[in-house]
């Protein structure tokens, strides 16, 4: 590290005590050499714009965003980039000449934790995503890039999943449905973007929803198999993860964004799993 001044960056949320975020960003500087300082900053439910302005004033120089406030942080930018623009929805922001940019960097984590660290081919593959929230939004573009055989989304709200799909259809083979038509059909990649295990719950799949050899990814992560984790491998599910390596790889998508470096993040997130 050298003696310039720190860099000022944040998370906001609410809650965000829990946030490992700091934790990251803090081994990604240690790593990399660059000067920042990344503190958790809870912002209050009504008051999330007010935080950012004083966040900027105080010398922020970008801010990642977490629940509740991603589609609010959307609309506070004055430009976003190309992925932010399709997610509807932004976890990254930048501060540069009094405007803010926003990004989302959600979807790019989640393919390179399945393509670089799960060595989980996508393209050409069966992919179902289960959920039709930020999280799954922010997926839809980065999933489609890859060039799947079909994007299959399905949502407990199926007319949800449907009108979501059809926003996407221009970039690839995206079909939206409910739990229920999925009988009678199975996926290479089975990806849980619903909030259901955060009550313990599972959504309810048909019977053979997992191809051979599949993937069962819970976005969500903890210690242990997460309720949809437990569930795959109840029914055989031999290849399974939770989302600990999305969230490192955002967080490394953004770090990215903000300082022009890519920091390696295998070493962060064994440090998580070992803490
Ligand atoms: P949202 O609240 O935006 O969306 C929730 C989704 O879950 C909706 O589609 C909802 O369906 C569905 N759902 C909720 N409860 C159930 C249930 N009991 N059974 C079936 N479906 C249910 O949440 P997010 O999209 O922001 O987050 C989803 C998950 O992804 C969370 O677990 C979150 O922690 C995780 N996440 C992980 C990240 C990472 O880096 N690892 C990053 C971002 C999110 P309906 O439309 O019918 O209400």
């Not at 940019?101 to 992919?127: E, K, S, Y």
Request: aromatic content about 8%.
């Amino acid at each position: 590290m050298t003696d310039q001044p720190l860099a000022r960056y944040c998370v906001f949320g609410n809650p965000i005590g829990h946030s490992k975020s700091p934790a990251i960003h803090a081994q990604f500087a240690r790593q990399t050499g660059e000067a920042i300082r990344y503190d958790a900053l809870l912002a209050p439910l009504d008051g999330f714009a007010a935080s950012v302005q004083a966040f900027i004033a105080a010398g922020g120089m970008g801010a990642n965003v977490t629940v509740p406030f991603k589609e609010e942080a959307f609309r506070l930018c004055s430009a976003h980039s190309p992925r932010a623009l399709l997610a509807g929805a932004v976890n990254t922001l930048s501060f540069t000449d009094g405007k803010i940019f926003g990004d989302n960097t959600d979807g790019a984590g989640l393919v390179r934790d399945l393509q670089c660290n799960l060595q989980t081919p996508l393209t050409g593959r069966r992919i179902l995503l289960l959920g039709a929230g930020g999280a799954a939004r922010g997926a839809l573009g980065p999933l489609l890039e890859t060039q799947p055989a079909l994007l299959c989304l399905a949502n407990r709200t199926a007319a949800k999943a449907t009108g979501l799909a059809q926003q996407f259809t221009a970039l690839g083979p995206i079909r939206g449905c409910g739990f229920t038509a999925l009988a009678g059909e199975a996926f290479d990649v089975v990806i849980n973007a619903t909030a259901a295990s955060l009550s313990g719950e599972v959504p309810p799949l048909p019977d053979g929803i997992f191809a051979a050899d599949a993937l069962a990814y819970d976005m969500m992560y903890g210690e242990g198999d997460t309720p949809f984790l437990a569930e795959a491998r109840r029914r055989g599910v031999r290849h399974l993860a939770d989302g600990l390596g999305m969230l490192v790889e955002q967080a490394a998508e953004a770090f990215f964004v903000w300082r022009g470096v890519r920091p390696q993040t295998q070493p962060v997130r064994d440090a998580l799993r070992n803490a």
